[in-house]
């Protein structure tokens, strides 16, 4: 296919997307089910088994049960994390065209994960469901075809699931259409899912994580590659995410994608540089590279052996906890807060009073934007920091707080993430939205 007929996919902005600190940091736990290092609600507990599941239990020799994720009450009783405790909502929607003729839904693409995946709901979950959904509907699809001996299954660390049925049809990204991409509807959800704006997602992650059983499928970058699609050296796809606090820059804040091209408009407007490249070890399914090092200040911290994941669906920057007290020890009145379960900041601090932070990608540093070191109010006086802990993960966890301080070049085709350090001309520090 021919660079011209290629285009951005421009990010709709969800409008009704509430920053919450405490339930994305929740959500990021769900997600990677890595248990937390700090105190607070969200701990992982062992799972109190009764009557039938004990006895049961008790005859698997050798087997222990796994530790749940759970949200700890003031008075100290243990709960179950609810719809309302997890920031399900998507900060960030692209509108991607599916079947014949084209539905046009509204999905969240997650470089840390590989389902594309839609809402099928039966009457029960749509009862329950956000009144903005849209719905994939593969009998107006001519097009459309169903696998019939496939199904999915998705199970976060808390117990929430989404599962369904998969089938085949026609995507449409940027100008490019994926032939015969697969396409797992979710005909059960739990409440997590249903509340959010979105109708869905589109993973972006290497496919060996991909949920599909008995055969996993491939994801949309590996039909592309497959079929030909994108030419051979731009085996990649592209993410450039800015935000309200931009509004004034010469690109006014606009978030896109692109799938086999680099934008070379941001390029020039990032000073004109070539992209820095990190090899990606794919292993885990993850964009992982090597983040042995990080300064604060001009403080280098060394790290070795250390990694990072960039995701796309992830809120937050997570780090070490090491790494987390080095950075909000600089910052005037910043304290861990036990309640919210995170680091925060005074609102209102002054810019000469934030520090100057950056992560290595491979061998080179690249800085986090300070005007996103404030996520979320979580008082009149303080804001959830943008930074938090990784607690247990064995990586970072690299999301929005660090993409939308670069222009993020995922090379699936050369496995190497690209990177190239945004260039804004202030920074603003007024209060979250």
């Not at 839904?105 to 994960?113: A, I, K, P, R, V």
Request: hydrophobic share 30%.
């Amino acid at each position: 296919m021919s660079r011209e007929s290629l285009q951005r996919i421009n990010v709709v902005p969800n409008r009704n997307y509430n920053r919450q600190g405490m339930q994305s940091y929740a959500s990021s736990l769900k997600k990677y089910e890595f248990a937390p290092t700090t105190e607070g609600p969200y701990q992982k507990l062992p799972t109190n088994l009764k009557g039938l599941k004990k006895l049961l239990q008790k005859t698997k020799k050798g087997k222990k049960s796994e530790p749940v994720l759970r949200k700890v009450e003031d008075d100290g009783k243990e709960g179950e994390i609810k719809a309302e405790d997890t920031q399900n909502d998507a900060m960030y929607l692209c509108p991607v065209q599916i079947g014949t003729p084209p539905q046009t839904l509204n999905l969240h693409f997650d470089t840390g994960s590989s389902d594309l995946w839609s809402t099928l709901l039966d009457s029960k979950t749509r009862s329950m469901a956000s009144p903005a959904h849209t719905s994939f509907d593969p009998k107006k699809s001519s097009t459309y075809k169903k696998l019939a001996a496939s199904s999915w299954k998705i199970k976060y660390g808390d117990g929430s699931t989404a599962s369904g049925s998969v089938g085949t049809d026609n995507v449409t990204l940027g100008g490019l259409c994926v032939e015969n991409q697969a396409i797992e509807l979710a005909s059960k959800l739990s409440p997590q899912f249903t509340k959010g704006a979105g109708d869905g997602l589109l993973g972006l992650a290497w496919g060996q994580i991909n949920t599909v059983k008995p055969k996993r499928v491939q994801t949309p970058v590996e039909n592309m590659m497959s079929q030909d699609d994108i030419v051979k050296d731009q085996e990649l796809f592209t993410c450039y995410l800015g935000s309200w606090r931009d509004k004034d820059e010469e690109d006014k804040g606009e978030s896109f994608y692109t799938f086999g091209y680099i934008d070379q408009d941001v390029i020039k407007r990032c000073g004109g540089g070539e992209p820095h490249y990190a090899p990606i070890d794919s292993s885990k399914g993850f964009w992982q590279f090597k983040s042995e090092s990080a300064t604060v200040n001009g403080k280098k911290i060394t790290r070795p052996g250390n990694t990072a994941i960039a995701d796309t669906g992830t809120t937050l920057a997570l780090v070490s906890d090491g790494l987390c007290k080095e950075i909000y020890s600089t910052i005037p009145g910043a304290e861990f807060d036990k309640k919210h379960q995170g680091w925060t900041l005074p609102i209102g601090t002054p810019e000469k009073d934030l520090p100057a932070v950056t992560f290595a990608v491979g061998d080179k540093q690249f800085c986090v934007q300070k005007e996103d070191f404030g996520f979320a109010k979580v008082s009149k006086e303080m804001q959830y920091g943008g930074i938090q802990s990784r607690g247990d993960s064995p990586f970072d966890i690299l999301g929005d707080v660090f993409l939308k301080s670069i222009y993020a070049i995922f090379d699936q085709g050369n496995k190497r993430f690209g990177v190239v350090q945004r260039v804004e001309g202030e920074q603003n520090l007024d209060a979250p939205q």
